[in-house]
């Protein structure tokens, strides 16, 4: 199924006047993942991609339309169809392998049991082929009724997932963090945005201190050095542990990316959580999904600007 095709077939009986008195018409859960995988394709990530027709996908599109000189409404009117890229089908098929299941890992809650495993990798076939293709695993269960029992997948099970597209490598001349909108935005070098990414920040205000940084680290896959300091709320005998260093992998607490900041101990990173996107924490520092966390890890260097505003 292609997206020009679906797209053309919701808006083609609707007129711009029409549109601009009446509300936005319906979209269909597939209309919403095909514009969604789009989106996320050009870098204007919606999230999770979950077929729901939301905030963060509103968002997204508004950032996309400013983009490419559109009204940024945040709707998927006319204008915005026709606009839009073609896209391939929206679905295609993973093949679990052997050594898929080999790597799944139970991350224990003690961070000493946590320090001693080999890689931070999935706990789930269906945490993997989630994250795989940036969506919910709502979704992914609903695109797979035949499959009843997730924790019982075999080798050489197939599996739907969404078709996402190869990120393309670009590189920004500055990055800025909005903490009211949740939001890191990426511009090139005459200042025309060139992708977003929903984020969370901190819940304490004294992280969230406007002004101007750089980046100083970028690091793919990295560990991550445990501190009970930083976890007030960890039982007496975590609290003793002292620092420890917690192995790479995506349920890493810092996910699968790192950009360290000029600002001691702030950093843009990944997380273990993606569900969890546009939310505060009670830690520090700006959280992405992995995904995401990767991709801007590619278009920032050493020295590349980072604004944060209010």
Request: proline share 6%; charged share 20%.
């Amino acid at each position: 199924m292609m997206f020009r095709t679906i797209i053309s077939v919701t808006f083609a009986l609707i007129s711009i006047s029409t549109l601009a008195q009446e509300p936005t018409p319906k979209i269909s859960r597939e209309d919403v993942i095909s514009i969604q995988i789009g989106l996320d394709d050009a870098g204007f990530s919606p999230g999770q991609i979950d077929g729901k027709w939301g905030g963060m996908t509103r968002q997204a599109l508004a950032a996309w339309q400013q983009a490419n000189e559109l009204k940024a409404t945040g709707e998927f009117d006319a204008d915005t169809a026709a606009n839009f890229p073609a896209g391939e089908a929206n679905y295609t098929n993973y093949v679990v392998t052997a050594g898929d299941l080999a790597k799944l890992t139970r991350i224990p809650e003690d961070w000493k049991a946590r320090s001693q495993l080999t890689n931070m990798w999935f706990e789930s076939v269906l945490q993997m082929v989630a994250e795989k293709c940036h969506a919910s695993e709502g979704l992914i269960k609903t695109l797979n009724p035949g499959i009843t029992n997730w924790p019982a997948i075999q080798a050489n099970q197939s599996v739907t997932v969404l078709n996402l597209s190869p990120a393309k490598r670009v590189a920004a001349a500055k990055v800025r963090v909005s903490l009211s909108a949740k939001t890191i935005t990426a511009y090139d070098e005459s200042g025309k945005m060139m992708a977003l990414f929903p984020c969370s920040i901190a819940a304490d205000k004294e992280k969230r201190t406007p002004g101007q940084l750089t980046v100083q680290t970028v690091a793919v896959n990295p560990n991550y050095t445990f501190d009970p300091v930083n976890f007030p709320e960890l039982d007496d005998a975590q609290k003793g542990y002292g620092k420890l260093i917690v192995p790479p992998g995506p349920k890493n607490p810092v996910g699968m990316a790192w950009i360290g900041l000029s600002r001691v101990g702030y950093g843009i990173h990944g997380t273990p959580h993606p569900d969890q996107i546009g939310k505060t924490f009670s830690h520090g520092c700006f959280r992405l999904a992995n995904w995401n966390a990767n991709r801007l890890a590619q278009m920032v260097q050493i020295g590349t600007p980072v604004e944060v505003v209010e």
